[in-house]
């Protein structure tokens, strides 16, 4: 199974940038599709964007489009997200998750803390 670690986390201004890494280790990372997940104090786990095993295909939350970008490189079995004009509300922990892609089991990493201050 994959093991998944985020970083990149922190405080930043709104407007600001953050980016954040998911480094995976323990499994063939181009047999995952991943994705970004947050969640904010009192609310659900969302969708945030996600990439396809290859990166041909991404996809994004409508709140996060043409904001957000993510990537990954898998060479170094990470996956990125790349969040620009950030805003108060994009404050939440975000989690990388990895989908396998001949049985959908899903993993988690163990979340990174990003607060945007107004």
């Known amino acids: 199974q994959v093991q998944l670690v985020e970083s990149g986390g922190g405080l930043v201004q709104a407007g600001g940038s953050l980016r954040l890494s998911c480094a995976a280790s323990g499994d063939t990372f181009n047999m995952y599709a991943m994705a970004w997940f947050r969640q904010a104090p009192g609310k659900e786990r969302e969708f945030v964007a996600a990439?396809?095993?290859?990166?041909?295909?991404?996809w994004y939350a409508d709140s996060v489009k043409g904001r957000f970008t993510i990537s990954r490189d898998n060479a170094k079995n990470t996956v990125y997200l790349q969040m620009n004009s950030l805003k108060p509300e994009d404050t939440a922990v975000y989690y990388c998750?990895?989908?396998?892609?001949?049985?959908?089991?899903?993993?988690w990493g163990q979340g990174t803390q990003v607060t945007v201050s107004a």
């Open positions: 990439i396809s095993w290859s990166g041909s295909n991404t």
């Open positions: 998750n990895a989908e396998r892609n001949y049985d959908g089991r899903g993993y």
